[in-house]
């Protein structure tokens, strides 16, 4: 049979047109399917297979509320120079690292490797980094007084040496995540957030607990009542730590 040359162009070309739609559909179908959910993210969609929680009544869904962990256990979040004295030593080594507050360690990295390291706090007696143009000092509780004894020894940075020792232990604490159930705070992610302590050295060498104000000094030192109140009423400095180095340096 003769067709039309034009009636037979027109069917040619409307059936490349259903061929190529046939590939396409069927290539979106395969994409499609290649798709996956990794990491933290898919161990949450498994647990909500097996538990069914508010947000999925009537059926089973994915869970992907979950955002992560914000922060990091360690005190800067990066690697600094560094100086470290070990215990029984009298000498530094330099090297670039950062403090692990939760596991209480210096973590360090090898400069060759690259891999990092850890030294456990009962190791160390003295870690010097340098940050933005400062040093900071951190020494460790061990066989130091407190007002309260510590069942674990921590870094401790110090922030005014000498006979009015002021001291702070930072510290990090884990919060998690608390979005599932009927009554929760709906926030979706974990955190590690700052848990910071202040002490201040008595006359008999213990140090104690503070709160960065007037009243916890004086409790401290009442005979230097008179000169805390003073550079209280003279001081503006909005960084109550800050405000607290400033009324010691009076004494």
Do not use: W
């Amino acid at each position: 049979m003769n067709l039309d040359p034009e009636i037979y162009g027109a069917m040619r070309r409307l059936s490349v047109f259903y061929f190529f739609l046939f590939i396409f559909l069927c290539g979106s179908a395969q994409e499609a399917a290649t798709i996956y959910v990794k990491g933290l993210s898919a161990a949450e969609n498994l647990k909500a297979i097996a538990n069914l929680g508010p947000y999925t009544q009537g059926g089973i869904g994915f869970d992907m509320r979950y955002e992560g962990v914000k922060g990091s256990p360690r005190m800067l979040d990066t690697l600094l120079p560094s100086f470290l004295k070990l215990g029984g030593q009298d000498y530094y080594i330099e090297l670039m690292a950062d403090i692990d507050l939760v596991n209480d360690a210096l973590i360090y990295i090898h400069p060759k490797s690259k891999q990092l390291f850890s030294v456990p706090v009962d190791m160390i007696s003295e870690i010097i980094i340098k940050s933005y143009g400062n040093e900071m000092v951190f020494r460790t509780t061990g066989g130091k007084r407190f007002d309260k004894e510590m069942k674990e020894q921590k870094f401790y940075q110090v922030l005014k040496d000498g006979e009015y020792q002021f001291i702070k232990i930072p510290g990090k604490h884990f919060v998690q995540a608390d979005y599932k159930g009927a009554y929760t705070s709906d926030r979706r992610y974990d955190e590690y957030k700052d848990d910071a302590r202040y002490y201040l050295i008595s006359r008999d060498g213990v140090f104690y607990q503070i709160q960065l104000n007037r009243k916890s000094i004086t409790k401290i030192y009442p005979d230097k009542k008179e000169l805390i109140d003073q550079a209280v009423r003279e001081e503006s400095n909005p960084d109550k730590e800050a405000m607290i180095l400033s009324i010691l340096e009076k004494f």
